[in-house]
């Protein structure tokens, strides 16, 4: 009964914690409508200051709490005036495409400056427990407690009582009424942005105090625990945001108590889902909440896209076919070779989110189904290579496109979050199905490349090989766009309503897209993974879903050769400048940056 109560007790207290993220994301979404991935690095950000004021300057417990909440709402600051401000107008998807490349930007400043080793944040309250019926408080619990409940009367009396949580409020409800008022819109943002932020800083501190431990990479699952509390909650409401948290915080210290540490984060993401199928505007949303505003089709930026000749693009795949004769570094074919699996991840995503419209944020998911097929087949089944590719793309088709088939009536920022969750979904069970995947340990062994039998043991064919699929599937997917079905898809891009009104199947025609892209990601891990012949479940991590979504940004969304020209430019180059290796994260970031600031049609522009 007592680990029962301490196990109750911990998911309050995490809820407590999870809330200071998601009440923050909720003010921003509520007066900005934006989903700001950032969030997360605010909060790496607060836990940092807090470690530097009491490991160098040994400053007391309140002081290192202003001093962490202040640093993140000056951060803050700068994101809104910095990063955000330029884009108003835009279309909805660039704040929020942004926000990822400013995530991208100050994780890894934070890792550059502090390195990637974890840190212990030290704690100066008393570290016994008190004993209360038949389970144990300690005094963090209480301080993390009276903190939720001090933060949440605080935000409710300025924004009932005071005349700026008033003005914060009318924009939240309407922003154009709000600024035809006399309201300073500007001005609100800043204010929200300040208090978030430094609300998400605390939270950060509080996590590093709570575990003993932070390092630079936490970044990402804070926001995806932020962002499944305020989406269970209901988007943009505050004390929905708190509601969902302590759910949030309860399910993952209950499923921990059934199956164990590994399950936490995967029955947080089955819970995002299901709520997000089910009730899309949270348990706690009004139901005559405003239904969100389409993502698709609002990124394509009016330009004329460069169309490449048939014959120019023919002469330039026959030059990169006879490059290893001219020039037969092993290093630049390996380097390009991985340019080319990039190249047909690119493929993947520009097809399901250029032509299609349909924003995926866990793109890497289908790279690891692919992987692990292949994987598996070959060594379990002892099917050849060549025919486990085959299957490996099959297999990505099948699933991946069953798994997100109830995301595909979901609209605006809901699409890009279900996504997102499946992807975090695929991992964690590739990670918990020892039985089939082997956990943890990874599948090594994996035999390498061949063809009819054929090894491919050289730098020269495994190069040739990559390039030939890349140039197949590529041909492939210019004469789909070119067909009536391409015309189809981008009729479902540009305007669903009306494709709808037309008699166009929606549902039936998004699935046909994501599963001819699913395909092509599941060959690009397939090959991935024979050539590695190691592949675990980080192997496909979630930074090569937001690489793949630089790439077709940075090609030219829609645009087949502009998929392989940002493969290459951002893939090939940085490991042509090897002196940039470490800071490949942050060339990321401010690419994706500069592109949605100045560039959104992407290089080559969009199709």
Request: charged share 10%; aromatic share 8%.
């Amino acid at each position: 009964m007592s680990s029962w109560f301490d196990y109750t007790l911990n998911g309050i207290i995490i809820g407590n914690i999870y809330a200071l993220l998601a009440v923050g994301l909720a003010l921003i979404f509520g007066v900005a409508r934006l989903i700001n991935f950032a969030h997360g690095s605010v909060y790496v950000v607060g836990a940092y200051a807090g470690f530097v004021a009491v490991t160098q300057f040994g400053t007391p417990l309140p002081l290192t709490i202003l001093i962490a909440v202040a640093v993140g709402a000056l951060l803050g600051l700068g994101i809104e005036r910095f990063g955000l401000r330029p884009l108003q107008g835009y279309a909805h998807i660039a704040p929020l495409l942004a926000t990822i490349g400013i995530s991208f930007v100050l994780d890894q400043l934070v890792q550059l400056t502090f390195s990637p080793d974890p840190r212990a944040v030290p704690s100066e309250l008393l570290q016994s427990r008190f004993q209360v019926g038949s389970g144990t408080i300690g005094a963090l619990d209480i301080l993390i407690a009276a903190i939720g409940l001090a933060s949440a009367g605080l935000l409710y009396s300025f924004l009932r009582f005071t005349r700026l949580g008033w003005a914060v409020r009318a924009t939240a409800q309407d922003r154009d009424a709000a600024q035809q008022m006399g309201v300073n819109v500007d001005a609100i943002n800043r204010t929200v942005f300040a208090i978030a932020s430094g609300l998400g800083a605390l939270s950060g501190l509080l996590v590093g105090m709570y575990y003993n431990y932070i390092d630079p990479s936490m970044s990402f699952q804070a926001t995806l625990k932020g962002v499944v509390a305020q989406v269970v909650g209901g988007v943009g409401n505050v004390p929905g945001a708190i509601a969902g948290s302590l759910l949030l915080g309860l399910v993952e210290s209950y499923g921990i108590a059934l199956f164990g540490t590994s399950y936490r984060n995967l029955f947080a993401f089955i819970l995002l889902v299901a709520v997000l199928v089910l009730r899309p505007n949270g348990l706690f949303a009004s139901g005559r909440q405003t239904p969100p505003e389409p993502m698709t089709g609002t990124f394509i930026a009016p330009s004329r896209p460069v169309r490449v000749p048939h014959r120019v693009l023919i002469a330039l795949a026959l030059a990169a076919a006879l490059l290893p004769v001219v020039l037969p570094d092993p290093y630049v074919l390996q380097t390009l070779t991985n340019a080319w699996l990039y190249g047909l991840l690119g493929l993947s995503l520009t097809l399901i989110a250029g032509t299609v419209g349909l924003i995926s944020l866990g793109h890497a998911a289908l790279l690891a189904i692919g992987g692990y097929a292949s994987a598996l087949l070959s060594i379990n089944l002892g099917v050849p290579v060549g025919v486990s590719l085959l299957c490996a793309g099959l297999i990505a088709a099948a699933i991946g496109t069953a798994l997100v088939f109830p995301s595909f009536r979901l609209r605006g920022h809901y699409l890009s979050i279900a996504t997102l969750a499946i992807g975090e979904i695929v991992s964690l069970v590739i990670l918990n199905w020892e039985g089939l995947t082997r956990g943890p340990i990874g599948i090594s062994g994996i035999p390498p490349l061949s063809i009819f039998g054929i090894e491919l043991d050289s730098n020269r064919s495994v190069y040739w090989f990559a390039l030939a699929v890349l140039v197949v599937l590529a041909a492939l997917q210019l004469r789909l766009l070119g067909s009536h079905l391409g015309r189809v898809l981008r009729a479902v891009r540009d305007d669903d309503i009306a494709a709808r009104s037309y008699g166009i199947g929606l549902d039936r025609y998004k699935a046909l897209a994501f599963a001819v892209g699913s395909f092509a990601a599941g060959i690009s891990g397939g090959i991935t993974s024979h050539l590695y012949s190691y592949i675990n479940h980080e192997t496909f991590n979630s930074q090569l879903s937001i690489l793949a979504l630089t790439i077709v940004i940075l090609g030219g969304m829609g645009n087949v050769a502009g998929a392989i020209v940002g493969s290459v430019l951002l893939v090939g180059l940085p490991e042509v400048f090897r002196i940039a290796a470490e800071y490949r994260m942050l060339i990321y970031g401010l690419v994706l940056l500069l592109l949605i600031r100045f560039r959104p049609q992407g290089l080559l522009g969009t199709v």
